[in-house]
């Protein structure tokens, strides 16, 4: 039987996905083959999310382990866990745990924005991103790092910032080797960025597209998750504009008490999420 024996537990849009197939790179490292398998996610928290729930299903997706030191899976929403952390506990005690965070007012604009190229979203980013909304809570972190370094000791725990992995993708990704135990020397390839935040050139023909897509999907399921869509969807989107700047100072306004107790917690200055930068 194997187990991880580590995990990157979030945040989503905060680079897990660039993160998964960066590691995976390394030869002394095994990823799950499913990224975010959510095994460990909180039932309340597995809404339109696949999952692997069983324990059979989900050792199935480290079978093909075959001497890799470091075993590991990527699920974001392990960051919101409760009952999950206790799992964690469980299975995994000396497992080693890698979050990612990002600013929390773009965090939540670039998760809006997914949503909402994807059809799965209608209203405007400030009706969205308001308290009590998924969207908005997933970018208070405080109280669910705690959760964390209140179960684990701290030298399991590897906090790093979306900033720092997109200005020096080669140091942060080389920290982790180190920090798994392997070879930080590996020459790892970050030269592309994965799950990139992308926007309706067309919104409507974008809509068209999607509804098309699901259809097939329901009728051809055989279809589904092949990819064969994603190119044909590609001329449709485009990068987005940055985030609006009264959005982000509401929503920074909003975070403040949260940041500075997050940077207070992982022990890191956080006061440039609180500035804006120039857009």
Do not use: C
Not at 242 to 268: K, M, V
Request: hydrophobic letters at 35%; charged letters at 25%.
């Amino acid at each position: 039987m194997t187990l991880p024996n580590f995990l990157v537990i979030g945040a989503a849009k905060g680079g897990t996905t660039s993160l998964y197939h960066y590691l995976r790179q390394h030869p002394d490292i095994y990823m799950s083959p499913m990224k975010e398998p959510n095994y460990y996610t909180d039932e309340d928290q597995l809404f339109g999310k696949r999952s692997t729930r069983s324990r059979g299903e989900y050792e199935q997706l480290f079978a093909a382990v075959n001497g890799e030191r470091a075993i590991g899976e990527a699920t974001p929403r392990y960051l919101n866990a409760i009952s999950g952390i206790g799992r964690i506990q469980a299975d995994l005690p000396g497992v080693r745990l890698i979050a990612t965070l990002r600013q929390p007012a773009e965090r939540g604009y670039s998760a809006y924005l997914q949503r909402f190229t994807d059809s799965r979203e209608w209203r405007s980013a400030d009706e969205v991103l308001q308290p009590g909304d998924y969207q908005f809570e997933a970018g208070r972190y405080h109280a669910k790092l705690r959760r964390y370094f209140d179960t684990f000791p701290r030298d399991q725990i590897k906090v790093i910032l979306f900033d720092d992995l997109i200005a020096r993708p080669q140091e942060i990704v080389r920290s982790l080797y180190g920090f798994l135990g392997i070879d930080p020397d590996f020459a790892v390839d970050t030269s592309i960025r994965f799950n990139r935040t992308l926007y309706p050139r067309f919104v409507r023909l974008t809509r068209m597209f999607n509804a098309t897509a699901k259809a097939v999907a329901r009728n051809a399921p055989w279809v589904s998750g092949t990819g064969l869509g994603t190119p044909l969807r590609r001329p449709l989107l485009r990068r987005p504009d940055t985030i609006p700047p009264a959005l982000w100072q509401r929503l920074t306004d909003q975070y403040r008490d949260d940041i500075i107790a997050t940077g207070e917690l992982i022990e890191r200055d956080l006061s440039h999420w609180l500035t804006p930068r120039d857009r």
